[in-house]
Every structure is written in C-alpha cells, then in structure tokens.
C-alpha cells in the first residue's frame, strides 16, 4: 500500500499556478505546426561573453575547487562585489561582513524571510511583483501586505497609504527598481523616503536590484544603499544573471546591513553549501573586467525595445518606452482581461505572453513582453499584432 501523501500548508497555500494554462496553448500552438514568437520569458537570449567562460573553464580543472566552497562565499568574490559597488556606486562595503555569495538572487529573496519572520509577521510585498517575495513570506509562515504599484504612482509604492498599525506590525519590506514586471525606475527621493519609513517602524529594507545595469538612453539606476541611512536598515540583492547573460550560472550578492546580512548568512550556513568557485571566480572576472559587453548588451535591448514599442505604439497600443530592464509592460483595453488577452494573442498570432494579473491582482490591465528575441522575430510579432482584433 502507498503511503498517503500530503503536502505542507506552506505548499498548499502557494497561489495556482496561472501560467499553466498558457503553457498548454504554448504547447498547442507548436502542436498543430504553428511558428510561435516567445515574448514571455525574462531570461537573456544572448550568450555569457567568452573571457567569463574562459575563467570558469580554467578553475573548473584545479581540485582545489572541487571541494565544499565556503557558505558565506570566497572572500576575493566578496572584495569583487565591494570594488564594483565602490566603482559603479560610490559605496563603501566591508567584504568580510557586509557582502555575502548568494546562489542567484532567487535564493536570497526565498531566504530572507526565514531568517527574520516569525510565523504570522508581516512583510511589505509589492504587487505587481516578482512571485518569490510572496513565496518566501509564505515558507517563513508571514503574512503578506501588498502595495499596489499603480501607473498614477509612476508604479512605486504609496508608503502613506500603508495603515501605521500594518506599518507597525512589519518586519520586512521588498523592493525592486528598476522593477519586473512595469520596468519603472526610481530616483534616490524615493529611497530616502524609504529609509525614513523603515527606521520609523523598524523594518527591514530587501531592495532587489537585479536589473540595476541592464539600463538605456544613459540612465543609471541608483544603488538603495547609496542613500544615506541605508546602512542602518537594509540590504540589496545584486545579481549577475541579467547583466552578464548568467541566468543558468546561479551567482549574485547580498551587501548591505552587517546584521541583516549575518541573518541571511545563518539561514544559508544551514541550508546550503555555497557556490562552485570556479563560478565565484567567472563572477569576479565578470565585475572586474572592462563593461563593454555590458554596454553592447544594453545597445542591443534598446534597439529592440524601441522596435517592438514604436510598433505598439503605431498600432495604438497603450505603452512607454522603459529606461531599465527587458521587460515591455503594455496596458491592454478595459474590455479584456489580461488572461483573455494573452491567449488571445497566442491563439490569433502565436505570441507568448504573460499576464499581468500573474504578478499580483493589480496587475491586472497589463501585459507583460520581453526583448529576449532578435530584433526580426519583434518585427514580425509587430506585424503579427496589427491583425489581431480586441
Ligand atoms: C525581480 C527579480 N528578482 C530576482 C530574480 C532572480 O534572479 P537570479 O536568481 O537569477 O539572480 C529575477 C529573475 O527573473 C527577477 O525578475
């Protein structure tokens, strides 16, 4: 006899899993022969440059890498980190306590929250936003409030409208600029008025910055930690993933806050055993090298950017051009539904996209596109989308 199998709360509370039903119309599509333009994932079609490849091919054979790395990370990957937010943001970091190796930035947001959530405390949880905020909230038995990102708030937060009894309850709050899915951008205003609410209610700034160098038209994306008071309440997530083509590669940092830094250490101590040197040391070459694969990377995404939003934009949809990140976040008619819409567009055009109500419910009114694809599959996702009738 097999034995009963039931799954933990913490599973069962996970929101279903909407994307399912377009990965079968994705799957239909294909089926039946149909030459389907995938818009919907965030993960750069682009190679890693090859002096990254190099670096990791040539540690890979030396056995001193192939045992247990350290948890917190090697120390000269953490010195890399700290020289490149020196460099690119004039902030100061101690390595040795103030910069820890995260496996991806996934694993830092899923952890955070067990390292400082007791079952039923509240964390801050944008909506729209990346899924893993609330899944990690959820893992530490904390209860989500969500902040709606609102286009009349150039979709940022609206600190004042979070109840003080909520505000006082908190213990954590993430944010993300430049930020998936709206693509929107903060400037440093918006961190001061961070920084001021956390250290009001004490809680515990998380800013992801995973897109904080996949930027366009010169724009430069602030660091929250060059703030002032940043320090005292919080950390960042960085990533290379996005920057350097290094999605499948799982290596990113968390800087900031000694203390909340050692938190997230202690969780990861206990859970994990620490990132392949060899890839600590393809990251390091990655931060310490010139950033012109970066630049030519960032030329590449606005040229698609501007083709698949001037085409929108041609055909009367309601879109902006974004100044970060890959992601085109498009209004759709009130008509619709955002779930509507995209198996619309895949039934009438086949192209993938996501929607917006899969990001948190106000993110409804919205779809998601990314630039992920060459600039003549745009092109011809443009000409597919002026047939398509809403
Ligand atoms: C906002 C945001 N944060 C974090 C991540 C995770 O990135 P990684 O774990 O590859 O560093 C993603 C990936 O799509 C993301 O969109």
């Known amino acids: 006899m097999s034995l009963n199998v039931t799954f933990a709360d913490r599973?069962?509370?996970?929101?279903?899993?909407?994307?399912?039903?377009?990965?079968?119309?994705?799957?239909?599509?294909?089926?039946?022969?149909?030459?389907?333009i995938n818009l919907g994932v965030g993960d750069p079609d682009l190679p890693t440059p090859p002096h990254i490849i190099k670096r990791l091919q040539e540690t890979a054979t030396d056995p001193a890498n192939h045992q247990y790395p350290s948890y917190t990370g090697m120390m000269d990957f953490r010195k890399s980190m700290a020289a490149y937010y020196k460099r690119t943001r004039n902030v100061e970091l101690d390595a040795s306590k103030q910069v820890l190796t995260l496996i991806g930035s996934k694993e830092g947001v899923g952890h955070i929250p067990l390292a400082f959530i007791n079952p039923g405390d509240t964390v801050l949880v944008p909506d729209p936003g990346y899924p893993v905020y609330g899944a990690g909230t959820t893992f530490a038995n904390g209860e989500q409030y969500l902040m709606p990102l609102l286009k009349e708030n150039g979709f940022l937060p609206d600190l004042d409208a979070i109840p003080s009894d909520v505000a006082s309850k908190a213990k954590l709050m993430f944010i993300n600029y430049p930020n998936n899915p709206t693509a929107a951008c903060c400037d440093m205003s918006f961190f001061s008025k961070v920084v001021d609410f956390a250290k009001e209610y004490n809680i515990i700034v998380v800013h992801d910055a995973a897109y904080a160098d996949v930027t366009f038209d010169g724009y430069h994306a602030p660091s929250f930690l060059e703030t002032p008071g940043a320090l005292d309440v919080g950390i960042e997530l960085y990533s290379l993933s996005k920057t350097y083509n290094m999605t499948g590669w799982r290596i990113a940092a968390a800087l900031g806050n000694a203390d909340i830094v050692s938190g997230l250490g202690k969780v990861k101590t206990n859970l994990d055993s620490g990132a392949f040197q060899p890839i600590q040391y393809a990251g390091m070459t990655a931060l310490d090298s010139g950033q012109e694969c970066v630049t030519e990377n960032n030329r590449i995404y606005e040229e698609r950017r501007d083709i698949l939003v001037e085409g929108l934009q041609r055909l009367g949809w309601n879109v902006e051009k974004p100044k970060a990140t890959f992601y085109i976040w498009?209004?759709?008619?009130?008509?619709?539904?955002?779930?509507?819409?995209?198996?619309?567009?895949?039934?009438?055009?086949?192209?993938?996209?996501?929607?917006?109500?899969?990001?948190?419910?106000?993110?409804?009114?919205?779809?998601?596109?990314?630039?992920?694809?060459?600039?003549?599959r745009l092109i011809e996702a443009v000409e597919r989308m002026a047939k398509v009738s809403v």
């Open 11 to 36: 599973l069962t509370k996970m929101p279903p899993y909407l994307f399912a039903a377009i990965d079968e119309m994705k799957a239909e599509a294909k089926r039946a022969g149909k030459d389907v």
């Open 330 to 376: 498009i209004e759709i008619p009130k008509s619709i539904t955002s779930t509507d819409m995209t198996a619309l567009l895949i039934k009438e055009s086949a192209i993938v996209t996501t929607p917006g109500v899969g990001f948190g419910k106000h993110g409804e009114g919205y779809i998601r596109m990314t630039v992920t694809t060459s600039k003549d």
